[in-house]
């Protein structure tokens, strides 16, 4: 009886345990993990940051992960990066990227298609509209207007969200120039839906989340209740605030899922080279497009991509929503990724996400 006693308050201590927000640290990289945690307790300090989750992985093993400040100000709720969820904005078009991806390496989607061959109810416009050219911002579809941002509004269908936009005039004619767009993913996600037989949402989940081991990446719902969900700020007059309410269903393709640093390292580690994806298929999504006039866009179907202020190639993606900035960066050559979240409203970052990565490319 004493031993079952023990063991069950053995197992409770460590269950406890596994609730806090201590770091992850490998001794492999003392240095490089020291000179980045102060760079990023500076950042918080100077851009007053409520709180912020940081993981790093090397080589596909996760070597730091820590969270700094708080997931909630007024119950002093530390950071945990492995169990917090933050708005991950638009690093949900990388993942939305992915599921398009595997439609695509599967022969169930033409990139180069109208988009009415998968979405017939959105209104043709002056020229056609293929899904490349909405996943690399070239369509010519517009972004938020005015107070859409804001959105309070809940949307029970992906088709529902096109309402937002679908009879507007395009910007210009598709390929001639790069425009950045979310709602283009929102079409994107109708597509697809017509593509794969079965909803968006559940179609992430079953090809994309589960399969990478994403058990903590999610649509947003706000008639849920997320234990683990991070409150949401924004800095007025240098005080802290918090975000009014805002629906994300009008967007989820594009910036509504909510992850957890660890998450997304796994997803970028996902995406290191080909491997979930095949060599044709990782090349088409990660590599840049150009326009009509040749000039490079710096970013591929989901992806940016570009060099670091020391010639490294990288990609990934930010992001930013109500409450929260976020950043993924993967260094395919180093075999590097990078995961900061912030919850705040348009959070200055100053580059974090790269001199966090300089301290373990130059080690």
Same mark, same amino acid.
């Given at each position: ?166 009879? =507007?005039? +395009?910007?210009?004619? !598709?390929?001639?120039?790069?425009? @950045?767009?979310?709602? #283009?993913?929102?079409? /994107? %996600?109708? $597509? ?45 007059? =240098?005080? +802290?605030?918090?975000? !009014?309410?805002?629906?994300?269903? @009008?967007?989820?393709? #594009?910036?509504?899922? /909510? %992850?957890? $640093? ?45 060099? =670091? ?14 409450? #929260? ?39």
């Amino acid at each position: 009886m004493t031993r079952n006693y023990l063991l069950v308050l053995l197992l409770l201590i460590s269950s406890l345990a596994c609730k806090t927000n201590r770091p992850l640290t490998d001794p492999n990289y003392q240095t490089a993990i020291a000179q980045a945690r102060k760079l990023v307790q500076d950042t918080r300090r100077d851009s007053h940051f409520p709180g912020i989750a940081v993981a790093v992985s090397v080589k596909g093993k996760l070597v730091w992960s820590e969270g700094f400040g708080f997931a909630d100000i007024a119950e002093q709720e530390q950071i945990d990066p492995d169990r917090h969820l933050f708005r991950i904005g638009s690093i949900s078009k990388p993942l939305t990227a992915t599921g398009l991806a595997l439609l695509y390496q599967q022969g169930k989607i033409d990139l180069d298609a109208p988009i009415q061959t998968y979405v017939p109810s959105f209104p043709e416009k002056e020229y056609p509209i293929s899904l490349r050219q909405l996943g690399g911002h070239l369509a010519g579809i517009r972004h938020y207007n005015g107070t859409e941002f804001l959105s309070d509004k809940k949307y029970e269908t992906v088709l529902e969200g096109l309402d937002i936009f679908q009879d =507007d005039p +395009l910007l210009h004619e !598709p390929g001639s120039k790069y425009a @950045y767009s979310s709602y #283009g993913w929102n079409l /994107i %996600s109708a $597509a697809m839906e017509t593509a794969a037989g079965e909803d968006f949402l559940s179609y992430m989940e079953e090809k994309v989340f589960d399969p990478l081991d994403l058990e903590h990446t999610f649509a947003e719902h706000m008639d849920q209740t997320y234990e683990d969900r991070v409150s949401f700020y924004e800095l007025k007059n =240098d005080q +802290l605030e918090l975000s !009014p309410y805002v629906d994300n269903s @009008y967007k989820w393709a #594009g910036g509504g899922f /909510i %992850s957890t $640093a660890e998450d997304m390292i796994r997803f970028g580690n996902a995406h290191m080279h080909p491997g979930f994806l095949n060599e044709e298929t990782w090349l088409t999504f990660t590599r840049s497009q150009t326009d009509n006039n040749g000039k490079m866009t710096n970013y591929g179907i989901g992806w940016r991509s570009g060099e =670091d202020n020391k010639d490294r190639e990288w990609f990934g993606h930010s992001g930013g929503s109500v409450g #929260g900035t976020s950043f993924l960066a993967i260094y395919p050559e180093q075999e590097i990724v990078v995961v900061t979240l912030v919850n705040l409203s348009s959070a200055r970052l100053n580059n974090l996400p790269f001199r966090i990565a300089n301290q373990f490319l130059t080690q």
